[in-house]
Nanobody
Framework: VQLQAFGGGLVQAGGSLRLSCAASGRTFSSHAMGWFRQAPGKERDIVSVISWGGGTTYYADSVKGRFTISRGNPKNTVYLQMNSLKPEDTAVYYC?????????????????WGQGTQVTVSS
């Protein structure tokens, strides 16, 4: 399984970015997908996760109301629409696929991870 994330970049505070991630290499069924981020000197944190069908989502409090996660068609793609970006959103963003939906970051440790994409928000 391979995950490929796209869409990072440099944006001013208040701006928007849309991250995309596509999984390939196997047939997925009932898998959840999620976005995580890691700022310099900090641990990787959960940002948002979405169930297989897209009907269940979770957002970290820090992004709630500003970020929107969605799944594409086919369901092996996931997007993260990021609006009203803040400098504290600066981080490397990673996508991941997990065998089941969970909002607990520790349950994603053994998931399949993609390479990160850098998001930098200037003040």
């Amino acid at each position: 399984v391979q995950l490929q994330a796209f869409g990072g970049g440099l944006v001013q505070a208040g701006g928007s970015l849309r991250l995309s991630c596509a999984a390939s290499g196997r047939t997925f069924s009932s898998h959840a997908m999620g976005w995580f981020r890691q700022a310099p000197g900090k641990e990787r944190d959960i940002v948002s996760v979405i169930s297989w069908g897209g009907g269940t989502t979770y957002y970290a409090d820090s992004v709630k109301g500003r970020f929107t996660i969605s799944r594409g068609n086919p369901k092996n793609t996931v997007y993260l629409q990021m609006n009203s970006l803040k400098p504290e959103d600066t981080a490397v963003y990673y996508c991941a696929v997990n065998r089941y939906y969970t909002r607990h970051a520790e349950d994603w440790r053994d998931s399949t991870w993609g390479q990160g994409t850098q998001v930098t928000v200037s003040s």
